[in-house]
């Protein structure tokens, strides 16, 4: 008869990685991608590119994000370069017995640059706790579209607002001065999320943050009358230019919609023309 081991069990170590990259402008050849160091469960693939942007596509080849897990991202854009990070994949959050998961997002976008930030959605699964924490600072002249999608649970599996918490903090500066600030913590199983629940009870969010050098108060209204099914958008300006936006969609499929028309919109109002190839790389949106 083997005997049982009464020795303890060793918690599982988490996994430090993410991403430090710096895109810069070359008179010869553009936009590029100078400096890089990543560590997995991120992964940097070839970048695209395309009409003077660089492209990197972030992926993680792991099972998603778990207990102890900490994702650290961060990217500097130098003065007229432009650079769109993407993440065609979505990443989950997984199941934890305690303890949380940690995704820390530092941009740094300088005079006349450019920076395109597209991820796919982070999906909140049952009993999953994740903190974010992001910082973006911008120059007066530079434009950011960033945005965040987050999914509620496993659509598949039936699976709504069973996570324990979904913690965030997101800090936005205009040449040293904080221009935007948003810190909340969700818990379901408090009531939290009451009106997101009711509208759309397996719905998906997103958070968009478009950043320009000029007031953009006259979307407003015109982003409130876009006629998307089964999607919501709420807009408010930004002192001294810009746009933050909300979204609520009853699905994955109804958000995709909505944020084609979002991002649609806000480009047409921008002297910038964003590339093709960057629609073609974010394949979780196609």
Not at 48 to 59: G, P, R, V
Not at 60 to 66: D, E, I, K
């Amino acid at each position: 008869m083997t005997a049982v081991s009464k020795e303890p069990i060793v918690a599982r170590a988490g996994v430090l990685g993410g991403a430090r990259l710096t895109y810069t402008q070359r008179a010869d050849v553009g936009s590029r991608l100078t400096e890089q160091w990543v560590r997995p469960p991120l992964y940097l693939a070839k970048a695209y590119h395309e009409k003077n942007w660089a492209i990197s596509i972030l992926t993680s080849p792991t099972a998603g994000l778990l207990d102890g897990d900490r994702l650290e991202v961060r990217a500097t854009v130098a003065a007229g370069a432009k650079a769109a990070l993407i993440s065609p994949a979505a990443c989950r959050v997984h199941t934890m017995n305690s303890g949380y998961a940690q995704v820390d997002q530092q941009y740094t976008v300088e005079a006349g640059a450019v920076l395109d930030v597209w991820p796919a959605p982070m999906i909140l699964q049952k009993a999953a706790v994740l903190r974010q924490s992001t910082r973006l600072d911008v120059a007066v002249d530079a434009t950011v579209l960033l945005c965040e999608v987050v999914s509620p649970g496993r659509a598949a599996f039936g699976e709504f607002f069973e996570f324990s918490e979904w913690r965030s903090s997101l800090r936005i500066y205009r040449e040293g001065r904080l221009l935007s600030y948003e810190n909340f913590s969700c818990m379901p199983e408090r009531g939290d999320l009451s009106d997101w629940r009711e509208m759309y009870p397996g719905g998906n969010y997103a958070g968009i943050y478009y950043l320009v050098a000029k007031p953009l108060g006259d979307l407003v209204q015109t982003l409130h009358d876009l006629e998307i099914a089964d999607a919501a958008i709420g807009a408010s300006p930004l002192n001294e230019g810009g746009l933050g936006l909300k979204v609520l969609a009853k699905d994955g499929i109804s958000l995709r919609k909505a944020i084609f028309s979002v991002r649609k919109l806000l480009i047409e109002h921008t002297q910038i023309e964003f590339p093709t190839a960057l629609q073609r790389a974010q394949t979780f949106f196609n």
